[in-house]
Each structure stands twice: as structure tokens, then as C-alpha cells.
């Protein structure tokens, strides 16, 4: 038995100890002034524009000039739908300015950024789209997410646990009261431990979200966002539990029932578009998760001691752990599919490849669950107590997971094109603004050709890929001519847009075509993924 545990530890390590990176999980969707704009006057706000609600009372919006100073201290305002701040600015010289943004997502996740504009001055586009930072979350050390990783892992298998314990208290067929005594203190240590794991891990997040936040923000965020009510609403239920569980079944239910609640609200589940939906399947992936888990823990617990109460639980246990596997199973399909894009985001990001591991580990779990069940058919007590160890590595294992994905992204990221291409001996660099549904900003660079010839003209056509109703769109570019361009004629050339249009979110083929002095024609494409982060 040493042994493995000692395994199943190992195997916690080893995927732990791989570093991940917090990801954000609101986008940036538009801004005003864009990013890399050249405007004549200052306007009259900054805005920013998110695909998700927002945490209300703990955001930032500053406006800088060319020597770093503020050019106002007015604090910014969140509109109703929580997805727009703005900041009123004043009139403002002739200069290049920097926006810097720091926002809470509503799944509680920080994300920060910044972009530049200018007033009556030229920008260097490439400089502008290698700099900018739109929408990236603040970089943890691999040590921080390693610890949060671990904390989350246990507050969710003590937070299982402890459910579980409390619904399956009043369906154990007990043989004794030192039996139905002993289950009692098994709860109560549960509680002090959910307790515990639960306050560390409201530390772990605060520290994250709060960093730098006054009084006032904090406050209003506490009383207002989703994540601030799962908190209060937590901490008080596992006070009062302690007060009131285990002595009537129904005031059992009930708290099980709001503390599941309560804890759907911190997470994934809260930030979709339709947040009732996957609260619902968020909260029956956990009450079916609570019921497996802590019944497997519990046969475990007293196989060996106390063989004929397993035998006499084993019944009732596998049958409520097959209906609870076939509803954990669909409800966890259910919710992912409503939270990604398409199937095939569950490749490109680590949420998505973890996710592939738990299912595989699910389905291990559902062919032990079939062992178990016929070796129960035949009677085959001794032979269960080995399918009962695998069970419970594998829950370890799964729970282990869910404690690392929580805190990733399961949407793949749109990000800004960086494509590099050399075709007929002509060198072709082309960079974009992120790439999201709506307008989008591209320039290209292009080499002189070798023959001797100019580049004419260079444009843009963008094709859906397997949606064949709509037709190319093209986009035509202009040529950048900044001062330096002008005195240098035979070298590279700008060509850039503001006005890339991307209807819709899906698969799209970029095509750049160039046309000489001689009317020779190069073309290269692209494919491009374009995610839905509305």
C-alpha cells in the first residue's frame, strides 16, 4: 500500500512540476482611439471594450504621454453591461501616448495590457504591433502556479469529500452506532479541512486579483462581482455547518445544494454567454463528482476493518457511482462544448490537453466500474479490494487535474499574425492587429523584385475556408509614406490597412498578391483561425 501511494504522489509531481501560465480569460475586443492610431486631435474619452463582464470596483485605465506622466487623475467608469471602461481625458499636444489597462474577467482572472495612439505624429506600424500588449494577464512564476495548482487540488478534493460525506450520511446501512459515531468525526475532519483549503485558496486568488487594489475597490468588488459573493457565501456555509450538518437530512441537502452553488460561481461556468445553462451543468459535474468520489473514499476507508460494512454499502455505492459516472460524463461533454469554440481548441491550449487526459482517465474509471460490478455479481469479495485501489489512484489523479485546469484558459487565443514568406526571390513580411471578428489593422513589407522591376501594387483577399456562400473579400492597402520611404525608393516597402474586416469568427485563407512594373503577379496564402470571443 506504501508503494503505491508513494506512485500515485510521484505521478502528482511529475505533472505538476511542468510550469503553466496563468491565462486571461476576457479579451480585448476594441478600443477607442485604436491601437498604432495617428489622430489629429485628442478625443474626448479613452474606452476599452471586453468580451466578457467584468469585475466590478478593481480596474485601471491610464493615459500616459511621451514622458510618462498622467494626463489625468480621473478615475475611470465601467458601463452597465460591465464590459466597457472609459476614461474622460483632456485636450492634449501633439505627442505619442500610451493606454495602460488592468481589468478582473468575471471567471476571476487579472488581465492587463497596453497600446500607444499619437496626436499629429507618425508611427513606426512595426513598431506599434511588436510592442503592443493587448489582453495578456499578469505572468505568474512557475513557483505560484505550481502552488496554486496543489491548493486548488485539495480544496476541490476536500470540498467533494465533505459533499459527498453529507449526502451518502443518510443512505450507509450501518451495522453499529460506533459505525454511524465513526462516520460523523470522518465529516467533521472534513470540515475543518475544506475549511482550511478553502480560506488558503481565497488567498491564493485574492493575491492575484486584488494586487494593488485600495480599500474602496476591494469592498466593492467583495459585495459585487461573482467571485466576491462565492467567497462570503463559502466562508459563512462552512461556519454554519459545523453548527447544524448531520443532524436533519433535509438541512443536510440544502447546504450541499447552496455550497455547490455558491462554488460554480468562481470559475468558467459564471462567464459564458449563457451562465444559467453552465451553472446548471457545472453543479451536476459536482454533486455527481461529490457522490463518486466520496463513496469510493468511504468503501476504501473501511474495506479492510470493517468488511461487512462494505460489503453491505458496495450495492448501493455501484449502483449510484454508474449513474453518477453516465451524468459526469454528459454534463462534462454538455459543458464543453458550450465553452469551446469548436472541438478542435481542445488541441491548442493546455485546458484542452489536460482535459483529453482526464477523459482517458474517466473512461479507466468507467471500465474498473465494470470489473467492480461483475466481480460483485459473483460474489468475488477478495478480488475487489485491488479495483477499489485503482479507482480511488484514478480519482486522485482526476481531481488533480481539475486542480490545474481551473485557473487556465479553455479558449485558444486570438493573437496578432506575424507571417514570413519568401516567394520568387521577393522577401514578404506581413503583421496584423489581433485578429478577432471586426476590423482589424495589417501592413505588409515587401522587397523590390530581383528583376529590376517595382512593385506596382499589393492587396489583400481573404476567403472562408468550407463556407462557400460568401465570396473572396478584397482588401486593398496603401502605400506608407512616411519620410524615410520617400528617400529611399529602392528599398522595402510599406503597405498597410486599418480596415481588415473579418465578418466572422472561423477558418479563413489570407492571400497576398503583388504586382510588378511588368504586371508579373506573386501570391502567397495563409491560413488563419479566427476564434468567437464574444
Not at 406 to 434: A, G, M, R, Y
Not at 490 to 506: D, R
Not at 514 to 520: E, K, P, R
Request: hydrophobic letters at 45%.
Amino acid at each position: 500500500m506504501g508503494r503505491k501511494i508513494t506512485l500515485i504522489l510521484l505521478i502528482s509531481f511529475f505533472a505538476l512540476s511542468a510550469p503553466l501560465n496563468v491565462s486571461a480569460h476576457a479579451t480585448l475586443l476594441e478600443t477607442s482611439p485604436k491601437e498604432g492610431s495617428q489622430l489629429k486631435q485628442m478625443p474626448d474619452k479613452v474606452s476599452l471594450t471586453f468580451n466578457e463582464r467584468l469585475g466590478e470596483g478593481v480596474f485601471n485605465l491610464q493615459v500616459r504621454n511621451d514622458k510618462g506622466k498622467l494626463i489625468t487623475t480621473e478615475k475611470a467608469t465601467m458601463n452597465r453591461t460591465h464590459k466597457t471602461i472609459s476614461l474622460d481625458v483632456p485636450p492634449s499636444k501633439k505627442g505619442i501616448y500610451t493606454v495602460s489597462y488592468s481589468v478582473i474577467s468575471a471567471d476571476s482572472h487579472p488581465v492587463q495590457g497596453t497600446y500607444v495612439f499619437s496626436i499629429g505624429e507618425k508611427i513606426d506600424q512595426a513598431i506599434t504591433n511588436d510592442n503592443s500588449n493587448q489582453g495578456e494577464s499578469g505572468k505568474q512564476s512557475s513557483f505560484y502556479n505550481i502552488g496554486f495548482s496543489l491548493v486548488q487540488t485539495f480544496y476541490y478534493l476536500a470540498l467533494l469529500w465533505l459533499v459527498g460525506f453529507v449526502l451518502w450520511k443518510w443512505y450507509v446501512p450501518y451495522q453499529s452506532d460506533q459505525q454511524k459515531q465513526n462516520y460523523k468525526t470522518n465529516v467533521r475532519y472534513l470540515q475543518a479541512g475544506y475549511t482550511v483549503f478553502l480560506l488558503i485558496n481565497i488567498g491564493f486568488q485574492s493575491t492575484a486579483l486584488l494586487e494593488g487594489s485600495n480599500l474602496s475597490q476591494i469592498k466593492t468588488f467583495v459585495i459585487h462581482s461573482a467571485t466576491g459573493w462565492s467567497w462570503m457565501t463559502c466562508i459563512l456555509l462552512a461556519c454554519v455547518g459545523f453548527l447544524f450538518l448531520l443532524k436533519n437530512k433535509w438541512i443536510d441537502f440544502i447546504w450541499a445544494v447552496l455550497l455547490l452553488v455558491a462554488t460554480t460561481l468562481n470559475g468558467h461556468a459564471v462567464a459564458s454567454d449563457v451562465p444559467v445553462y453552465t451553472i446548471i451543468l457545472d453543479f451536476i459535474h459536482l454533486v455527481t463528482a461529490s457522490l463518486w468520489a466520496a463513496g469510493l473514499v468511504y468503501l476504501f476507508m473501511i474495506w479492510r476493518k470493517e468488511r461487512e460494512q462494505a460489503l453491505a454499502f458496495l450495492p448501493i455505492f455501484s449502483r449510484t457511482a454508474f449513474v453518477s459516472l453516465m451524468l459526469l460524463i454528459l454534463s462534462g461533454v454538455l459543458y464543453t462544448l458550450k465553452l469551446l469554440p469548436d472541438i478542435t481548441a481542445l488541441f491548442k491550449t493546455t485546458w484542452g490537453l489536460l482535459l483529453l487526459v482526464k477523459i482517458f482517465m474517466v473512461m479507466l474509471v468507467a471500465g474498473v466500474g465494470i470489473f467492480i460490478r461483475e466481480h460483485l455479481r459473483k460474489n468475488d469479495s477478495p478480488s475487489l479490494a485491488k479495483f477499489l485501489i485503482s479507482d480511488v489512484s484514478f480519482m486522485l489523479v482526476i481531481v488533480l487535474i481539475v486542480g490545474m485546469i481551473t485557473h487556465l484558459n479553455p479558449i485558444p487565443q486570438n493573437e496578432p499574425l506575424v507571417w514570413k514568406e519568401n516567394k520568387q526571390d521577393i522577401e514578404f513580411l506581413v503583421k496584423t492587429s489581433t485578429l478577432s471578428p471586426g476590423k482589424a489593422s495589417l501592413w505588409v513589407k515587401a522587397s523590390s523584385p530581383q528583376d529590376g522591376s517595382s512593385i506596382q501594387s499589393i492587396d489583400i483577399v481573404l476567403s472562408p475556408k468550407n463556407k462557400g456562400e460568401l465570396a473572396p473579400i478584397d482588401v486593398p492597402l496603401k502605400v506608407n509614406k512616411d519620410e524615410n520611404q520617400k528617400k529611399q525608393q529602392v528599398q522595402n516597402k510599406v503597405y498597410e490597412t486599418n480596415n481588415l474586416v473579418i465578418p466572422y469568427a472561423g477558418r479563413w485563407k489570407i492571400a497576398v498578391r503583388l504586382v510588378t512594373s511588368n504586371l508579373d503577379e506573386v501570391v502567397i496564402y495563409k491560413d488563419i483561425v479566427v476564434y468567437d470571443v464574444k
